[in-house]
């Protein structure tokens, strides 16, 4: 959490009830600003008792500090401040139910929306003007209402809107259906699409897979869903034997365009069979196309992307981003969007180490970012986003700028998708480095239980940011290393 | 997957509270109806079809009434069961006799009186027969041709030819076929032509496999048959999900897919028949029971009373037919079809035959079974032999038709290895495009520095790569 987000202003928020103003600062991007502006101005002109208070308030002063951090954090944002006016109780109720909802799932997780208390004083001047602030704060949420979206929203969102895009789309396996998927990843899509393109299965992985390969082989694109990619184990034959070399080995003649999707790597508390990264594995093969999300944007943009391809793609998702929130632009929103396959993306810029991650990983490493920058160390992350093909020229232009690399990833680390990262490095950058090339991986034991074993397996923010100072060449203290 | 309802009760359940408990309800619902016990006489249950399920458990003849009180249906979730205090298991196989073989040509080609099948007109007769002739004549030549060096696997079709081919002249071209390795003879009914195979074993550049895969793995989009995997059995489910496909597009078509005795005991095979009845999928299997696996005799590989039983396990209508006559098949892959169409349902076809040839060329089968079997299936058994003998006593055949078109082929299929042999091989490109759909930059990368090390080094490259 960043540190301009202080747990003081979510708790005054949540005691709304006794507030009768909010203030909140909405980030923008640049390209929207001018409709900002005037939703901006629109607000504060039909709440004028607002502007008063603004005028009046004695925290305003902090709230422009919060601001000026806020912006110098993002410095691609424009913060636009949005007043509400809580004193009808209908539209009230509505904001205070929709805040609630925005500060409990989005706020905590989120460091890239600044949310601003002011407890001003207030009282409506008509009622006309309340509504039309409440209406400005709506259009505001509707076009927001992606940037708080949950991953597990933004899957489900792509998969209806690329099922509507195409009849051929349909969605297997274990639970999709009734039940609306394991993760609720596929909740309505039973509703709306019925029961012959959202298709619960016998629990028979070998099955259900080598059925959508066998659809997919005569024009459906199936998108094939494992409870947990640990449970594609019994169904690797099909993914790789059959999807990845057919097209290849019909000389064209069969393209093979599906989707094997579904939580992958370490969950919290589930043990060895449910908790291992197939990245590596997967990866390791031509023919397949290899996916990881860590946002909403990406969960979004690229499962709409592979679902829309003509290759097969396993697209590894992570069963606690699901729940996590992030920002989505408008321009993600689009049913039109898509993510390219194959290009991984910066997530933060800097000029002293380059931290290469995917999927959760990928938020360790910008907190582990953080915390370097406290020390002074400009820490650039990369999301990798697709793992085969890997972003062979993004890794190096970063690492020929930094001179240093940190490989970040919750698998294995023998062959892990870190020791192809380090292999191309070596390759193409060696010259370039300035330090040997720190490989973070889980540890090398199938994953314990007990969750103080559990924590040990999995790599930590101390981890990364302890890897990045020793690249660094920076001290580390004992306390730490321990 | 046994351990999914642990994921869910231990992640699931936390993260998603009332959902959760909404969904266990309605899988619960089912128990709460246990107890209840309706007296209910044979006789007053009908022939609707709620009663498949009595059906299916009636099937055990050792439930005996043994009075009106044990005479009740109990209602499990399961299934909806009669009850019997006797306890008693159902044998491993039927008590009197092994499950009957549908039979209409006997071993002289004559009908046997009073059977049952579906007429053949003169020319379809005629085409059945001479794409037999051409894959008896095929595999003779091909197997020389390996033996020779010239190509480096075949694999016959040897005693089972009129399997492919009759089962291929009952269906349609609509209908798409997922074939193991010995059904070359559906290709060549479908008109697949003799340089076409012949490209294919030679791997050059007019393959339609671009010369990727060993021989015998024949594909082809234009004719619905979808290429060869050379792992057993992940057609049978690659099937279903075709027929699946077929089914949402409404298509007046089936899949059909084929598989040896051996394919049987993979987990594909019984993953593939539980989805095809489950999900009421137009599709025809049809297993070639020819007694081997390779070295592996069907008394090592399976304790059933062979294939067609394990259809009534599954759930799906099943016949076992005679392999060696041509009549049998396309009557039975007819009648099949039809159903698997008009009703939405799989159907289990399982054909006794016996494989004559060696397994492939990286096969003596002479080291485990005896060469008198052999011979005996090739001379007294031959289903060609049996097919060719019911054309002639229609008059549609003589001796002189015969010769003829033996010589004819024969000539054709050396002329196409003649031709095969001198077209170029795949040019350097083709070992690079469909990985995927668009080649990835690693790839291209990967071809331009081929290219230029190739021709900064020409001495130290074949020169029958094209560049």
Redesign the interface.
Known sequence: MSPWISSASIDTVLQLNRLSTLGLALPVPRRDLARAKLCAKLSLRYMPSCRCARAKSPLCSRQGEHLARARAHLGSFFFVPLWIDLGISESRSRVLRFVDSFVRNSCQKLDRFALIEDVGDCKAKDDWAVAAAVSTWFLWVERFRGSCERVRDALNSALDEEMSADPKVFLMGEEVGEYQGAYKVSKGLLDKYGPDRVRDTPITEAGFTGIGVGAAYYGLRPVVEFMTFNFSMQAIDHIINSAAKSNYMSGGQMSVPIVFRGPNGAAAGVGAQHSQCYAAWYSSCPGLKVLSPYSSEDARGLLKAAIRDPDPVVFLENELLYGESFPVSAEALDSSFCLPIGKAKIEREGKDVTIVAYSRAVGHSLKAADILSKEGISAEVINLRSIRPLDRSTINASVRKTNRLVTVEEGFPQHGVGAEICATVVEESFGYLDAPVERIAGADVPMPYAPNLERMAVPQVEDIVRAAKRACYRSVPMSVTA | ?G??F???S???AR??KG?VGQ?LL?IWRFGFSFGEIRPTHYSDLGDSGTLFSIRRFESAKAQKRIDDEEDRVLDFPGGRVTCNSQMAFIPESPEKQTLQCYRVLDDNGQTIVGSKFKEINEEVAIKMYSDMVTLQTMDTIFYEAQRQGRISFYLTSMGEEVISIASAAALSMDD?I?PQYREPGVLLWRGFTLQEFTNQLFGNKY????G??MPI?Y???KLNY??I???IA?Q???????????K?DKKNAC?VTYFGDGSTSE??F???L??AA??EAPVIFICRNNGWAISTPTSEQFRSDGIAVRGQAYGMRSIRVDGNDALAIYSAVHAAREMAINEHRPILIETLTYRVGHHSTSDDSTKYRPVDEIDHWRKARDPVTRFRKWVEKNGWWNDEDESALRNDVRKKVLNAIQVAEKVEKPPLA?LF?????HP???LCEQERLLRETVKRHPQDYPVDVPV
């Open positions: 997957m351990v999914w642990f994921a869910r231990s992640n699931i993260q998603l959902q969904g309605g798409v997922f393959d339609y496999g671009k990727r895969q793995h594909g082809s989009n979808v290429t995997s050379s792992t992940t049978i489910p690659h099937a279903v999900g075709a027929a699946y496909a077929m949402m899949a987990g594909d019984h993953a593939a539980n989805f489950v999900m083709e495009t469909d990985v995927y759909d990835p930059s690693n």
